[in-house]
């Protein structure tokens, strides 16, 4: 696979190739304050819960806010991954042949043996929940990112909770439907390198959806993620020390539609190097994900078939990255009160 110093020139990847890479600076993008949802009084709290519950229902995207997470872990893991795409391609090399659900990836766009348009993004992907992998240097990344992913899996298993009361179901309920005791955790480092010609947009990350549960991003301060919210592409600003929390094709499934996993992209292009990094939790790898009974009464108006959550994901990362084309694999098409599966269709790559 191609190696990440090998990137696409400027030409190739033009704000044309980004499909219009323009964007309106973000309004409205609801802030989530992780601190009322766990402390907070009782009618403080259900308040919280209701508009957790419409961030997820009207844009699948938020901030949240109060997290708890040291600034100095974020500094550390930010720091540490930059330090990484830095390291010689001779320490990087046995990681760039790896396969989409190797534990551990270094490459470059979404998976460029596949991709149809070439992107400006270098990636590590590494999972590190049940069991935590990391490549052994920089010598420091295993310490700072074992941290990093336990901190962010609470906090992100704490939103599930609140996600789940949103429904008006018991705390633990997605929980236990999607086994996240033993959740797969993924962290990922993403590098968009400063580009010699400014003025043009580029395109970073394709538009798609995550395959997970929930994704918890921030950025290096250089901003390039965009959300689609109603079908307009908005530039996501964050507010200081917050999380971008991004819903996943899990949620979306598992909800019965009514929460959606959100489309969003990267365009780039800037003087400066953009950095992002990632921690995305999403089901134990082995339940089958499908629409809880209670988001889809007798059975009726099924919106997914179940899917195991391991398969889910090789499918979504062995193929060109395109919006949500995994997801409206195994999305039903309704015929009146029949049912009828998509599964004969394939991705468009
Ligand atoms: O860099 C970003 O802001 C977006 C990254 C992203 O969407 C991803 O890693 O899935
Ligand atoms: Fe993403």
Redesign the pocket.
């Known amino acids: 696979m191609a190696a990440p110093s090998r990137l696409p020139s400027n030409e190739e990847q033009s704000a044309d190739a980004a499909g219009g890479g323009s964007a309106t600076p973000s309004q409205g993008i609801p802030v989530v304050d992780l601190g009322v949802l766990v402390n907070g009084a009782a009618d403080e709290r259900s308040r919280a819960i209701r508009d957790l519950g419409r961030a997820c229902e009207d844009w699948g995207f938020f901030m949240v806010t109060n997290h708890g997470v040291p600034e100095a872990l974020r500094e550390a893991i930010m720091d540490t991954s930059k330090e990484l795409f830095r390291l010689p391609l001779e320490e990087k090399k046995e990681y760039m042949r790896a396969k989409p659900m190797d534990p551990i990836r270094i490459g470059t766009g979404f998976y460029s043996v596949v991709d149809a348009v070439p992107c400006r993004r270098d990636y590590l992907k590494m999972f590190s929940h049940p069991e935590f992998h990391c490549p052994e240097k920089p010598a420091k990344l295993r310490e700072i990112a074992m941290e990093y992913g336990t901190c962010t899996r609470a906090l992100l298993l704490e939103l599930t909770k609140a996600i789940s009361e949103s429904l008006g179901l018991a705390g633990g309920r997605l929980s236990e439907a999607l086994n996240l005791d033993s959740c797969f955790q993924i962290l990922?480092g993403?590098h968009?390198p400063a580009c010699s010609r400014p003025d043009e947009e580029a395109l970073?990350?394709s538009a798609?959806s995550?395959h997970g549960l929930l994704?918890l991003?921030f950025?290096n301060g250089v901003d390039?993620?965009q959300v689609n919210h109603n079908g307009e592409w908005l530039l996501a600003k964050p507010l200081p020390g917050s999380f971008f929390v991004i819903a996943g094709d899990q949620l979306e499934i598992v909800t019965n539609g009514r929460y959606k996993g959100v489309l969003?992209r990267?365009v780039v292009g800037g003087e400066q190097s953009r950095m992002?990094f990632?921690s995305l939790i999403g089901p134990a790898m082995d339940t089958v994900v499908e629409p809880l009974p209670e988001m889809a009464p007798d059975g009726r108006g099924l919106e997914f078939r179940g899917i195991r959550y391991r398969d889910y994901m090789e499918m979504q990362q062995s193929k060109s990255i395109n919006e949500k084309t995994a997801l409206d694999i195994i999305r039903m098409k309704h015929q009146g009160e029949m049912l009828t599966c998509q599964g004969g269709s394939t991705p468009s790559t």
């Open positions: 990922v993403n968009y970073g990350l798609h995550d994704t991003l950025q390039g993620l969003h990267a992002s990632v």
